[in-house]
């Protein structure tokens, strides 16, 4: 089974700021790796898949990097919508499915 | 646009089962595999389970093997997640996911989810 893990737990950041999450595989993914933003009492939704694309209505302040095992989700200039909870979800061993535990994105 | 559309919140006894459903709410029902993901309280998001309608195949995660059974009814045009032996940890809300016709693989609709509540 592959392993995910986010880092970090938790990220203070203030508005107008860049911010930096980082997903790692245990095994390579390719490029086969979402990011799903959650708000409180929200489900998911999906921000980025195939590691960099962005997904429909999704703003480009949010980008997707990475390959193989390290991914990164940067958001350029945080807005006061973007904290929430963001994971990232590989889907390299389709139809099996793994999700990170994800990263709280809180106000500084 | 097509939405995802959850049966109700449950409450159960520990020791019993759930079942809970989900229904596209337009499009092909076999253009939908449909997954289902649960939130316990607090925690993160944990993939239990999938299955692609045009096939009738479904995939469980190991944790889940033996006590999850997803299903889909295509004359119902809606999918079903039944959880067995219920125990206070299953307390949760349960959603279902699945790729929009056309995509495979990543999630892009979601269900509001089904909150179950385990308690004697």
């Known amino acids: ?108 | 646009q097509v939405h995802l559309v959850q049966s109700g919140a449950e409450v159960k006894k520990p020791g019993s089962s759930v079942k809970v459903s989900c229904k596209p709410s337009g499009g092909a029902f076999n253009n939908y595999a449909m997954n289902w993901v649960r939130q316990a309280p607090g925690q993160g998001l944990e993939w239990m389970g999938g299955i692609n309608p045009m096939f009738n195949t479904s995939t469980y995660a190991r944790t889940f093997q033996g006590r999850v059974t997803i299903t889909a009814d295509e004359s119902t045009s809606t999918a079903y997640m039944e959880l067995s032996s219920l125990g206070s940890e299953d307390t949760a809300v349960y959603y279902c996911a699945s790729p929009a016709p056309g995509h495979y693989y990543y999630m892009d609709l979601w269900g509001k989810g089904t909150t179950v509540t385990v308690s004697s």
């Open chain 1, 1 to 108: 089974e592959i392993v995910m893990t986010q880092s970090p737990a938790t990220l203070s950041v203030s508005p107008g700021e860049r911010a930096t999450l980082s997903c790692r595989a245990s095994q390579s993914l390719s490029s086969n790796l979402a990011w799903y933003q959650q708000k409180p009492g929200q489900a998911p939704r999906l921000l980025i898949y195939g590691a960099s694309t962005r997904a429909t209505d999704i703003p480009a302040r949010f980008s997707g990097t990475g390959s193989g095992t390290e991914f990164t989700l940067t958001i350029s200039s945080l807005q006061s919508e973007d904290f929430a909870v963001y994971y990232c979800q590989q889907y390299s061993s389709w139809p099996k499915y793994t999700f990170g535990q994800g990263t709280k994105l809180e106000f500084k």
